[in-house]
Nanobody, 115 residues
Framework: QVQLVESGGGLVQPGGSLRLSCVAS????????MGWYRQAPGKEREMVAI???????NYADSVKGRFTISRDNAKNTVYLQMNSLKPEDTAVYYC?????????WGQGTQVTVSS
């Protein structure tokens, strides 16, 4: 099993920035995919950004050019730098780890973009 703990959410004004962090522990494969998903009220969970252990990245169109995913494999940590935040980015953000055919999820961290 993999445990994921997120941090870094909060309230920010439109145009502001936040950085999310997620630390993984437990039975972690050396080759995996880690990333961020989000779920807004009344909407389905959606992929925001993912990154493989080899460095491949994929972003949702809605965040390209504004969000950057990175990871420190030695620390089993993945980050999401969010710039130029918009009210529509408001959601609960979940960390995800996929390896060996299994998905693991963090508890989620709230991001609210509002003036």
């Amino acid at each position: 099993q993999v445990q994921l703990v997120e941090s870094g959410g909060g309230l920010v004004q439109p145009g502001g920035s936040l950085r999310l962090s997620c630390v993984a522990s437990g039975s972690i494969f050396s080759m995996n995919v880690m990333g961020w998903y989000r779920q807004a009220p009344g909407k389905e969970r959606e992929m925001v950004a993912i990154m493989s252990s080899g460095g491949f990245t994929n972003y949702a169109d809605s965040v390209k050019g504004r969000f950057t995913i990175s990871r420190d494999n030695a620390k089993n940590t993945v980050y999401l730098q969010m710039n130029s935040l918009k009210p529509e980015d408001t959601a609960v953000y979940y960390c995800n780890e996929y390896s060996g055919g299994y998905n693991s999820w963090g508890q989620g961290t709230q991001v609210t973009v509002s003036s």
